[in-house]
């Protein structure tokens, strides 16, 4: 491959991937033309992208983009796609990894000699991080009901230690009405009838 093309390339690559942090990598194994086409269009589906990358060419770019992953890392050795989409790596681990299990089309991406669809790994914030992490880390919306979660418990604690004395309070007054009520009631002289 000449330079200017593996230029062209990484420049595509670049524009391609700006600005994105969170990735899973796969690599494919005697994929079939029907079992990449199922698996793309369901990705796609779910707004998920997928690009097939040169190696060589991905360590450059990702280098240049602050993506820490080591030379040696698994993530480049055999055939690496990329895949990315979804409002975290969390979300995106998910919906591969739903689609991979998929019943209708598990036979496209198993076989009896194992995966065709292999995932290497994931890219949280530019960091690796193994596929089981990236899946059990919280999505965006879980992670911002936690932190408002976390907002609003000290105010509902605030409220809850301002309701209870009032509360009190108000009954001790009801418990004061009533005795003066009863008081009343026996103190007042009973109004003959008039006849």
């Known amino acids: 491959m000449s330079k200017v093309i593996k230029q062209m390339e990484m420049n595509d690559m670049r524009r391609t991937l700006d600005g994105v942090r969170d990735l899973v990598v796969l690599t494919t194994n005697k994929l ?16 998920v992208r997928l690009k097939a990358v040169k190696n060589t060419l991905a360590r450059r770019v990702f ?27 969390a979300q995106l681990s998910k919906e591969v990894d739903a689609e991979l299990k998929n019943p209708k089309t598990i036979g496209l991406y198993k076989s009896k000699e194992g995966e065709k669809i292999i995932v290497k790994g994931a890219v949280a914030d530019g960091s690796p991080v193994t596929f089981e992490q990236a899946k059990a880390m ?12 976390m907002i609003l418990s000290p105010g509902a604690q605030v ?16 418990s004061v009405e009533e005795k003066l009520e009863k008081a009343d009631e026996a103190a007042a002289p009973a109004v003959a009838p008039a006849g």
């Open 138 to 149: 919280p999505t965006r919306a879980e992670l911002l009901s936690q932190i408002l979660g």
């Open 32 to 47: 079939s033309a029907q079992g990449e086409y199922t698996f793309r269009a369901a990705m796609r589906r779910k707004g």
């Open 159 to 174: 409220a809850g230690c301002l309701e209870g004395p009032a509360k009190m309070l108000a009954a001790c007054v009801k």
């Open 63 to 89: 280098k240049e983009m602050n993506l820490t992953i080591p030379d040696d890392s698994p993530f480049w050795q055999r055939q690496t796609v990329l895949a990315w989409g979804g409002d975290s790596v």
